[in-house]
């Protein structure tokens, strides 16, 4: 059975630090793109960051404070947060697909709850 399983969420204040790991079973998935995604209350699914064989991609809110990195050895990807701030609470959620797929046909996580006080 394949899984992606976040971990790593939690609370924080405005200004933290949090690192998010997801760890895939299941499969290998070296030649995956891999990415980050989060949904606040209320809010639709949105895309956070991503990791490819042609480099790493993040949305706008969250460059220069957010970091994605992979450990292929480990088939784990991560996300480093700094300066995090009240709107970076949401649930985030790992993802894996195959390059050239949808990542609506890839693999997800159940998803790990971020909050972040003020």
């Known amino acids: 059975q394949v899984q992606l399983v976040e971990s790593g969420g939690g609370l924080a204040q405005a200004g933290d630090s949090l690192r998010l790991s997801c760890a895939g079973s299941g499969r290998t998935f070296s030649g995956y793109k891999m990415g980050w995604f989060r949904q606040a209350p209320g809010k639709e699914r949105e895309f956070v960051a991503a990791i490819e064989w042609s480099g790493t991609y993040y949305t706008d809110s969250v460059k220069g404070r957010f970091t994605i990195s992979r450990d292929n050895a480990r088939n784990t990807v991560y996300l480093q947060m700094n300066s995090l701030k009240p709107e970076d609470t949401a649930v985030y959620y790992c993802?894996?697909?195959?390059?050239?797929?949808?990542?609506?046909?890839?693999?997800w996580g159940q998803g790990t709850q971020v909050t972040v006080s003020s």
């Open positions: 993802a894996a697909v195959q390059d050239g797929r949808a990542w609506s046909a890839g693999y």
